[in-house]
């Protein structure tokens, strides 16, 4: 099956700067890469995902890159603020019409933007 | 617009009692529905999916079960729980019939038993 791996397990920057996350994929058939930002004691809510036909994605200050070749993909803040501050997830899925869409996610990186 | 139910949002149980936990989804049909675990600190393990009335698939074995009697209800049971079982419970629901494959997901349940 597939198996998500997620680096830096925590990070911190300064108010203002990047954050970049990174994760691997094994399955070479995955084909849908969804971020997930989770609270403390918060739900998981999708921030940005990206599909496998496409190389990057941006919505304002994130944006989401993927290399199918080396099978990784990578989450990027611009412009970090406090209200960034979570722990985020990445995951991936071979999505299929008509049938269930199994999310294996990485383990998280806790992101802390510090003033 | 579509909306998921899940309670409730605490538990504490002790070892060896029953478990039963629910969730509903309102505003679609036929969805995907799923369940995972975050055990504290941890990642979200995928513990059982359906795509329908009565089909439902368990992705690790364990001392829980999950049965769909209705096209939007999801239960998660357990007949004796363990310390193990502690965590916190999350049911999702996916769009069928779609190129979508993002999740929704509920408010979670967290459990604790002692």
């Known amino acids: 099956g597939e198996n998500v791996e997620q680096h830096p397990s925590t990070l911190s920057v300064q108010e203002g700067d990047s954050a970049v996350i990174k994760c691997t994929y094994s399955?070479?058939?995955?084909?849908?890469f969804p971020w997930y930002k989770q609270e403390l004691g918060k739900r998981p809510q999708l921030i940005i995902d990206?599909?496998?036909?496409?190389g990057e994605k941006k919505d304002q200050r994130i944006a989401v890159t993927l290399n199918k070749t080396a099978k990784h993909f990578s989450l990027h803040i611009t412009e970090t603020q406090p209200e960034d501050s979570a722990v985020y997830f990445c995951a991936a899925t071979t999505g299929i019409t008509g049938t269930a869409s199994k999310l294996t996610f990485g383990t998280g990186t806790r992101l802390q933007v510090t003033l | 617009s579509q909306t998921i139910h899940q309670w409730p949002a605490t538990l504490v149980q002790p070892v060896g009692s029953p478990l039963s936990l629910e969730c509903t989804v309102e505003g679609t049909s036929n969805p995907n529905l799923y369940w995972y675990r975050q055990a504290a600190g941890r990642g979200l393990q995928l513990l059982f999916y359906?795509?329908?009335?009565?089909?439902i698939s368990s992705e690790v074995p364990q001392n829980l079960s999950a049965s769909r009697p209705q096209d939007r209800q999801f239960i998660l049971s357990s007949k004796k729980l363990l310390l193990s079982d502690s965590g916190f419970y999350l049911c999702a629901w996916s769009v069928r019939g779609t190129t979508n494959y993002g999740y929704t997901f509920g408010s979670g349940t967290r459990l604790t038993v002692v």
């Open positions: 399955d070479s058939a995955s084909n849908y």
């Open positions: 990206i599909r496998s036909n496409v």
């Open positions: 359906s795509v329908g009335i009565g089909q």
